[in-house]
Nanobody, 124 residues
Framework: QVQLVESGGGLVQAGGSLRLSCAASGRTFSRYSMGWFRQAPGKEREFVAAISWSDGRTYYADSVKGRFTISRDNAKNTVYLQMKSLKPEDTAVYYC?????????????????WGQGTQVTVSS
């Protein structure tokens, strides 16, 4: 069982930056692949970024590639999402997710555990 708590969301102007954090409970965090997803009003939840526990490989949605960076600190049981050059279309609730697979997935159905989400609003 893994419990996830996101933080770091807020209101930022276009072009600004935010860093989201996701703190995980449990002693086996290092063996969970982690993902970030987002959901805008009226839209389906979509993949943003993920990091595999086995080799640290990272994956990004095309829409955020070059602007967002996912990383993890296993000693702190925390995964981060550094977001730069934010755009109004990045406005959404951002969710952290965990899965025990060797390779991080890029779809919602591949993740077993979810946080409650943190709101990110980018003003134009």
């Amino acid at each position: 069982q893994v419990q996830l708590v996101e933080s770091g969301g807020g209101l930022v102007q276009a072009g600004g930056s935010l860093r989201l954090s996701c703190a995980a409970s449990g002693r086996t965090f290092s063996r969970y692949s982690m993902g970030w997803f987002r959901q805008a009003p009226g839209k389906e939840r979509e993949f943003v970024a993920a990091i595999s526990w086995s080799d640290g490989r990272t994956y990004y949605a095309d829409s955020v590639k070059g602007r967002f960076t996912i990383s993890r600190d296993n000693a702190k049981n925390t995964v981060y999402l550094q977001m730069k050059s934010l755009k109004p279309e990045d406005t959404a609730v951002y969710y952290c997710a965990a899965d025990a697979s060797f390779v991080a997935g890029t779809s919602v159905v591949e993740y077993d555990y979810w946080g409650q989400g943190t709101q990110v609003t980018v003003s134009s």
